[in-house]
């Protein structure tokens, strides 16, 4: 039996093209552009990682449509920052990384997050920028500093004047 033509105006659905690439996808090769570096060849939906200095820095999706960028720090990496926890301080900037320590390996994860939609290359750069820099700080062996002046006790003198 003969299929009846479509309705004027019915137009079947598109099939998505297998290239078409998805908002993280996309915000990737979006970040290699910017940071001058050849795109991915091949890349799952899931994890993209940048070798950063020492630091391997992991991208990806998670939670829905938010882009994650983490990075994890031996604990003998972190040793340098006696408190790494002091990272976790309010900020004004909502790409502040925050730490936090994994139960199952020791290791202390650094992370932030953004909305996908408001990933362009500026944003990524700086996402990226601000984990990175907060990794080599909590690596950093302390700088030694100059004990700063503080006097045990503070005496006041009166004297009077006998004429």
Not at 6 to 13: N, S
Not at 23 to 33: D, I, K, M, Y
Not at 44 to 67: I, M, N, W
Not at 88 to 103: R, T, Y
Request: hydrophobic share 35%; charged share 20%; proline share 13%.
């Amino acid at each position: 039996m003969p299929r009846p033509p479509p309705a004027a105006g019915f137009h079947p659905p598109v099939q998505e093209e297998k290239n078409m690439s998805t908002p993280f996808q996309h915000a990737v090769v979006e970040l290699c552009q910017s940071l001058s570096l050849p795109p991915p060849d091949q890349m799952d939906d899931s994890l993209f990682t940048l070798q950063v200095g020492e630091h391997a820095v992991h991208l990806s999706e998670q939670p829905a449509r938010q882009l994650l960028m983490f990075c994890c720090l031996s604990p003998q990496q972190a040793q340098a920052d006696p408190s790494p926890l002091r990272q976790n301080l309010f900020s004004d900037d909502p790409l502040k990384p925050v730490i936090g320590q994994s139960a199952h390996s020791q290791d202390w994860v650094l992370w932030n997050r953004q909305p996908l939609a408001h990933c362009d290359a500026a944003a990524l750069q700086r996402q990226l920028e601000r984990i990175s820099d907060c990794a080599e700080r909590c690596c950093r062996a302390p700088e030694p500093t100059a004990p700063a002046f503080a006097p045990q006790a503070l005496r006041q003198r009166h004297a009077r004047l006998h004429c």
